[in-house]
């Protein structure tokens, strides 16, 4: 049975959220931390409505060695849900099957492609209110027309985080809606970011 997408009004408490886990997250993590824990996604951006998932990404040192974290993250009630894990380890909190999860935490080294792409997605909404506005009406319209498709929803976030990636804050085109494409396990072409 598939899980309704819900999105919801921006909530002034998902800051707070993030970091009371973060706190917690810290300590848990900190023989593997390298780059900090961060917020990510929708959540982390200031007026836009989001599904109501707190979306973190930590750098650790080393991404094998972070397999140890597996059992500790376990303890917090973290499940590990594969999700790209070439370069990263993806858990949810509670579960991906007893919605509603309440957290998301990716494990990966800085300067991976994730890790990247996730920050500087989460940076260029937060910066150009026009593309948060967009995207938000975008992501309020699937969820109301496709409410059952995940996949759906999972592909056009990958091509809406590459399109903000590149066109950054100024002189951008439009975001539309990209149809939905079968990626077929590939990831779209990205150029570098620069800093």
């Keep these: ?26 300590r848990v993590l900190a023989p593997w931390l ?5 917020h990510i996604g929708s959540t982390a951006v200031p007026g836009l409505a989001s599904k109501p998932i707190i979306d973190m990404i930590a750098g ?15 303890e917090q009630k973290y499940l590990y ?20 999860a309440t957290h998301g935490l990716h494990l990966t080294e800085p300067g991976s492609d994730l890790w990247r792409e996730r920050l500087a997605f989460r940076d260029v909404l937060r910066g150009d209110a026009g593309l948060a506005g967009e ?25 809406r985080r590459s399109h903000a990636r590149e066109c950054g804050s100024s002189g951008r085109p439009p975001l539309t809606e990209p149809r939905p494409v079968d990626l077929g396990g590939q990831r779209p072409h990205v150029p570098p970011l620069r800093d």
């Design 81 to 100: 849900a594969p999700h790209r894990p070439g370069i990263a380890h993806h858990f949810v909190k509670p579960s991906l099957r007893l919605p509603p």
């Design 135 to 159: 995207y938000e009406a975008l992501k309020l319209r699937l969820a109301r027309e496709h409410p059952d498709d995940i996949g759906l929803h999972r592909r056009q976030a990958r091509l």
């Design 60 to 74: 650790v040192r080393d991404l094998e060695a972070a397999r140890a974290a597996f059992d500790p993250l376990a």
């Design 1 to 26: 049975m598939a899980v309704a997408i819900t999105v919801v009004p921006y909530d002034p408490e998902w800051p707070r959220r993030f970091e009371a886990e973060r706190a917690v997250l810290d």
């Design 34 to 38: 390298e780059a900090g824990i961060h």
